[in-house]
């Protein structure tokens, strides 16, 4: 195996190690955001900001989740494409 290959291999996987880690902790967040507000009701002119912020940290974790979902795709296309060269040469 080439080194530019498992270079590229060790960057996807730390990549997606990444990625997956953004993923946890932005799922948190929105989760602590949402428990700490969930028995509040909030005065009119924080309803609007509170309705913001929750936006804000739901766009975060879709985000987070598009590149998780990216990083696991470009991992597994390396790992195929690595099989079809060994497959080829034997």
């Given at each position: 195996?080439?080194?530019?290959?498992?270079?590229?291999?060790?960057?996807?996987?730390?990549?997606?190690?990444?990625a997956a880690?953004?993923?946890?902790?932005?799922?948190?967040?929105?989760?602590?955001?949402?428990?700490?507000?969930?028995?509040?009701?909030?005065?009119?002119?924080?309803?609007?900001?509170?309705?913001?912020?929750?936006?804000?940290?739901?766009?975060?974790?879709?985000?987070?989740?598009?590149?998780?979902?990216?990083?696991?795709?470009?991992?597994?296309?390396?790992?195929?494409?690595?099989?079809?060269?060994?497959?080829?040469?034997?």
């Open positions: 195996m080439s080194t530019a290959y498992i270079s590229l291999v060790s960057e996807a996987e730390l990549a997606l190690a990444a880690q953004r993923l946890a902790k932005s799922r948190q967040i929105l989760k602590d955001f949402l428990a700490e507000h969930a028995d509040q009701v909030p005065a009119p002119e924080l309803r609007e900001s509170w309705e913001r912020e929750r936006d804000v940290l739901e766009t975060e974790v879709d985000e987070a989740q598009r590149v998780f979902r990216k990083c696991q795709e470009d991992l597994a296309e390396l790992k195929e494409t690595r099989c079809r060269i060994i497959s080829r040469l034997r």
